[in-house]
């Protein structure tokens, strides 16, 4: 168990609520996502309207394409309405879309079923960045890590959920019952607080104060903190006009949009989605003896006690070492999944089932522990850390678009690959792909455990120094540092004094050796500089908050 979670319960439960309500707008992408493999095979049975093949590969790979535009949709509403109201908004139509699709089997028509796959979809796509930017805007930054993890759980818990109930009833009846679910977000959303973060960028700061202290408990000082998100705003507050395109050329714009969709391409180019929306039709080709059914539910379970399990160790071990090791054997299990097709291509179905048809499901196993320890979650968290807070609402719905916009083609594309390629070559290019991922990560991911997001802004800074691990201290760039003490740095920060009634004074601007977690050395060079002047001159990224 996380310790952080363990001390100081009374802080952690607020945040925790509302972390687990924000985050159920994954459980809906989960019943979205895993409706496909029970409710395609059931529906091929008991079809009484028509509909050829190419229907059913669009029914399934529909409501990811719609998703991509639902996500892009969110943009205006993040920013103008806020994190909560745009969670509140979004559930109803994702009911309606369910119920369309349960009521396809009276109406007997496919457009019906077409109908409700893309309002699904679309609020699927829409409650992605919605859901994930506001667990971490609402979280402080010791369980940030463990809090935004829940997405990723209740993702998978929405898979296992909408296997086990499609393993027992009906296509139509199943669509139905996912589609109450949404109603757990409407009413839980209501009772929750909005994000700090946004209450302070709209000129809210009462209203802020009185948010975070609910998130932070009633019994908590929350006076630094608050001071600290303020500060941070207040610079923001000095570009607030409208963001223009030329901003993305910003290295500190573009850099972390980039990190975000690579982790989010590779996320989908391990094949995840094909496995879960194409996962009974895998095992029948395997000639698994294993009822389908059960080895889905089996799948499920695996993939959702592995999440749970990974919540805890993201902020035990970083972000980087969960998705090295995810990676690694995610790779693999998906060389394996290759290696049993091609030996069925050469042997024989039979003789391959009799020989080694232990492997397909064992496999899949290992493939959902591996995925689910680290690319399940990491990159959504990253998501919501990366970006800077002027940008998080218009840089986070374009990263989950770009991840739906891969899913889409992923699942859109995987039977017409195991065709053309072999279902062995389809396995390989994935396992191909998620080895590349490691170069990634390790070239350019930084680490972000343990920073609040204030400081997180900086890691793109061309003044912050250790951006590949911001964890570890560089101790040649101590030594460094040690030898130059003499002379005067040009990092320079302002200091401000913090009094008890929150009010801060400006006391000037020190030259600082910084190591990523804590002030190494502090130079005063300068107490002359009145506020006045410090107001005027524009900030350059090495603002950051220190303990004299």
Not at 96 to 104: P, R, S, V, W
Not at 286 to 296: E, F, I, N, P, V
Request: aromatic share 12%; hydrophobic share 45%.
């Amino acid at each position: 168990m996380n310790k952080a979670l363990m001390k100081n319960p009374h802080k952690v439960i607020p945040q925790l609520f509302a972390a687990l309500i924000g985050s159920w707008g994954f459980f809906m992408t989960g019943t979205v996502r895993g409706w496909s493999s029970p409710a395609i095979p059931s529906l091929n049975t008991t079809l009484n309207f028509e509909m050829d093949h190419e229907d059913f590969v669009w029914i399934s790979s529909l409501a990811p394409l719609a998703a991509l535009f639902g996500s892009l949709l969110m943009i205006a509403p993040l920013r103008y309405f806020g994190r909560r109201k745009s969670l509140i908004a979004i559930s109803l139509p994702a009911l309606a879309g369910f119920i369309l699709m349960g009521y396809t089997r009276y109406i007997r028509h496919k457009e019906a079923l077409y109908a409700g796959r893309i309002i699904t979809g679309l609020m699927n796509g829409a409650s992605i960045p919605a859901s994930q930017i506001y667990v971490s805007e609402c979280s402080s930054s010791r369980i940030r890590g463990t809090l935004s993890s829940l997405t990723a759980t209740l993702l998978a818990l929405g898979i296992l959920i909408t296997y086990i109930i499609g393993a027992f009833v009906d296509w139509y009846v199943l669509s139905f019952i996912v589609g109450g679910f949404n109603l757990i977000m409407f009413f839980g959303m209501i009772f929750m607080p909005e994000s700090p973060i946004w209450l302070l960028a709209n000129n809210q700061d009462d209203e802020a104060k009185r948010s975070l202290q609910r998130l932070r408990g009633e019994r908590t000082n929350i006076e630094a903190e608050f001071q600290r998100m303020k500060d941070n705003q207040q610079k923001n507050l000095a570009q607030n006009s409208a963001i223009q395109p030329s901003e993305f050329l910003k290295g500190f714009v573009w850099k972390p949009l980039g990190v975000s969709m690579g982790l989010m391409f590779f996320q989908q180019f391990t094949g995840i989605n094909a496995m879960v929306f194409y996962t009974t039709d895998i095992f029948t080709s395997a000639g698994s003896a294993l009822d389908c059914r059960y080895a889905t539910i089996i799948i499920g379970v695996v993939q959702f006690l592995c999440t749970v399990v990974s919540g805890f160790l993201v902020d035990r071990f970083g972000r980087r070492i969960l998705l090295f090791t995810s990676a690694t054997f995610v790779s693999i299990s998906l060389g394996l999944m290759g290696v049993f097709f091609y030996l069925q291509e050469l042997w024989g179905e039979s003789e391959a089932t009799e020989l080694i048809g232990w492997l397909p499901l064992s496999s899949l196993i290992v493939f959902f522990i591996a995925f689910s320890t680290g690319f399940s979650n990491v990159p959504f968290i990253v998501m919501g850390e990366l970006f800077p807070t002027r940008y998080r609402g218009l840089l986070g719905p374009i990263s989950s678009s770009f991840n739906l916009l891969c899913t889409f083609i992923v699942v859109r594309t995987f039977p017409d690959m195991e065709e053309r390629m072999s279902v062995h070559g389809t396995f390989w290019f994935f396992m191909c792909c998620t080895l590349a991922s490691m170069v990634f990560v390790y070239f350019l991911l930084p680490e972000t455990k343990g920073h609040t997001l204030e400081e997180i802004e900086q890691f793109f800074s061309k003044r912050f120094h250790g951006a590949k691990d911001s964890t570890k201290s560089d101790d040649k760039s101590d030594n460094q540092s040690d030898n130059k003490s003499d002379h005067k740095s040009d990092n320079k920060s302002d200091v401000y004094i913090i009094t008890d009634d929150s009010k801060s004074s400006y006391l000037g601007q020190v030259n600082l050796a910084y190591d990523c977690r804590q002030v190494k050395r502090v130079d005063i060079t300068s107490f002359t500089q009145s506020q006045d002047d410090s107001d005027n001159e524009e900030d350059d990224g090495s603002l950051v908050p220190i303990a004299l």
